[in-house]
Antibody, heavy 119, light 105 residues
Framework: EVQLVESGGGLVQPGGSLRLSCAVS????????MHWVRQAPGKGPEWVSR????????NSADSVRGRFTSSRDNTQNTLYLQMNSMRAEDTAVYYC????????????WGQGILVTVSS | DIRMTQSPSTLSASVGDRVTITCRAS??????LAWYQQKPGKAPKLLIY???SLESGVPSRFSGSASGTEFTVTINSLQPDDFATYYC????????FGQGTKVEI
């Protein structure tokens, strides 16, 4: 069974940093591009970032570029999202998702983890 | 950036109804369009990819179609489990989601 489990969320002050993790099982992690998608309260999902299967390519949305970085450890079957210089508008539920191909739709999602940016 | 405009934002329906949700892309995206269902407190669930391909395990009452930059998902004979919010997603250029359609009783 494919499983993705996020951790590391919580409350952070504006300007602060947080690192999310996504532990995966049930599939060959190193074969897939992986993505982060977030959803602010009452809003639709927003794609945040992706990292290639070998970790050599990383792309981010304009809204987080220069502040958020996704990475992965294929030996630990874990995906990461490093979030710096956080803003109130980064408050959302963050999901890791498995991409089908580089230009991807998402066929498996984690349960999501809440990140709140507030003083 | 590619914008996805979804309509309607809310749809009231009854069990057994046939419902259609539309998503329009701001530019050509070929058939790089997926549909998701989301229930409160849960992650989105993939229903359809490549505009009209049904994800494994998804009931056949769901179907997708495309005409140019306009995409639709249709639910034939709405079931109680189908009351949820539906999102389209383009993946032609990175990824953009529509704003969602809530299907309510």
């Amino acid at each position: 069974e494919v499983q993705l489990v996020e951790s590391g969320g919580g409350l952070v002050q504006p300007g602060g940093s947080l690192r999310l993790s996504c532990a995966v099982s049930g599939f060959t992690f190193r074969n897939y591009w992986m993505h982060w998608v977030r959803q602010a309260p009452g809003k639709g999902p927003e794609w945040v970032s992706r990292v290639s299967s070998d970790g050599s390519i990383m792309n981010s949305a304009d809204s987080v570029r220069g502040r958020f970085t996704s990475s992965r450890d294929n030996t630990q079957n874990t995906l990461y999202l490093q979030m710096n210089s956080m803003r109130a508008e980064d408050t959302a539920v963050y999901y890791c998702a498995r991409g089908v191909g580089a230009a991807a739709y998402f066929d498996s999602w984690g349960q999501g983890i809440l990140v709140t940016v507030s003083s | 950036d590619i914008r996805m405009t979804q309509s309607p934002s809310t749809l009231s329906a009854s069990v057994g109804d046939r419902v259609t949700i539309t998503c329009r892309a701001s530019q050509s995206i070929s058939d790089s369009l997926a549909w998701y269902q989301q229930k409160p407190g849960k992650a989105p669930k993939l229903l359809i990819y490549r505009a009209s391909s049904l994800e494994s395990g998804v009931p056949s009452r769901f179907s997708g179609s495309a005409s140019g930059t306009e995409f639709t998902v249709t639910i034939n004979s709405l079931q109680p489990d189908d009351f949820a919010t539906y999102y389209c997603q383009q993946y032609y250029s990175f990824s953009t989601f529509g704003q969602g359609t809530k299907v309510e009783i």
